[in-house]
């Protein structure tokens, strides 16, 4: 029934009416696409557990460690995600491994390098034009340089072994990554490695053999606990090491321009001097420790609500 002309009231009950179904069908909407694993299962929220070929969900958090590459060290402080999902190929003994569901596989931690800006670009190594910018991200106290270790190949080329994380022997993951080094006066496109040149971490709880000067170091399979009568397994206290990996790729991407780009330096010479690139097999470690958790794919699916 259409409001007679003049009968604000009844327009006005009509258009609040008409906002209310509109709220209404926002919230349908936003409770639809909330729905998400419950209880044990929350973790896996971002599995593609929607995939049938997916079997297992994964979700493993490492919360501390350390990455040398060279003469460069970064301390692991803040927590680093991968997740995902697999299906394990029973004739190959190979897992298959699957992108999270949001994209967001590896999350990306910003992790200080040791020194900052002044260790790993000195101002006497720059042209004289620079200084007045370098001297004004010191005085704004931008010098702090963070590495963001990101996959540097798709999700499908992570290799997963869990029969050799829990043997504590062989690789237990492999992982293919490039180092985002964020500082301002580094440009925004400042990497060690690539897409086509990864750094590949072949990562064991076992025993590795580097070659010198490195040493044999040993990683730990962690302790395992069953929940939800077998359907999740939680792995706590992993510790997966890599001291045998080759850094043989050089920084690319690392520019300082001025003047709105009138000057322009490239920075890669310097980076890879500080860092020590190309840094061979034996001068490189990797040490990642934290907790794991698999979830079989069907009962995260079924818990969702």
């Avoid at 900052?116 to 000195?122: A, D, E, Q, S, T």
């Avoid at 490695?193 to 962690?222: A, E, H, Q, R, W």
């Avoid at 069953?226 to 999740?232: A, H, N, Q, V, Y």
Wanted: hydrophobic fraction near 40%; charged fraction near 20%.
């Amino acid at each position: 029934m259409k409001p007679r002309r003049g009968d604000k009231s009844a327009l006005k009950r009509m258009i609040q009416a008409g906002m209310l179904l509109a709220v209404m069908s926002l919230v349908l909407v936003a409770q639809a696409s909330a729905s998400e694993p419950t209880g044990n299962y929350k973790v896996f929220k971002d599995c593609p557990y929607e995939k049938t070929e997916v079997k297992q969900c994964i979700f493993s958090e490492t919360k501390s460690g350390e990455v040398i590459v060279g003469k460069s060290k970064v301390n692991i402080t803040k927590p680093m995600v991968l997740q995902g999902g697999s299906t394990l190929n029973f004739e190959t003994e190979k897992e298959q491994f699957y992108a999270a569901k949001d994209g967001n596989t590896l999350t990306k931690a910003a992790e200080p390098v040791e020194g900052g800006l002044l260790k790993l670009i000195p101002k006497t190594d720059l042209p004289e034009i620079f200084w007045p910018a370098y001297e004004a991200i010191f005085e704004n106290g931008l010098s702090g340089v963070n590495a963001v270790t990101e996959l540097a190949k798709p999700a499908s080329e992570i290799g997963i072994s869990s029969t050799n994380l829990a043997a504590g022997e062989g690789v237990a993951l492999t992982l293919p990554i490039k180092v985002h080094l964020e500082n301002p006066f580094l440009g925004s496109t400042c990497y060690i490695g690539s897409s086509t040149s990864p750094i590949y971490l072949n990562l064991t709880t076992g025993k590795t053999s580097p070659p010198p000067p490195n040493k044999s170091i040993t990683g730990v399979p962690g302790n395992f606990e069953f929940l939800e009568e077998g359907r999740i397994l939680v792995d706590t206290g992993y510790k997966l090491v890599d001291n045998a990996f080759p850094a043989t790729m050089t920084a690319s991407g690392c520019e300082i321009s001025i003047l709105g780009g009138l000057f322009k330096i490239s920075l890669n010479s310097i980076v890879n001097g500080t860092v020590g690139l190309p840094s061979a097999a034996g001068a490189n470690t990797a040490i990642l420790n934290g907790n794991l958790e698999r979830g079989a794919r069907q009962a995260v699916a079924n818990s969702v609500k």
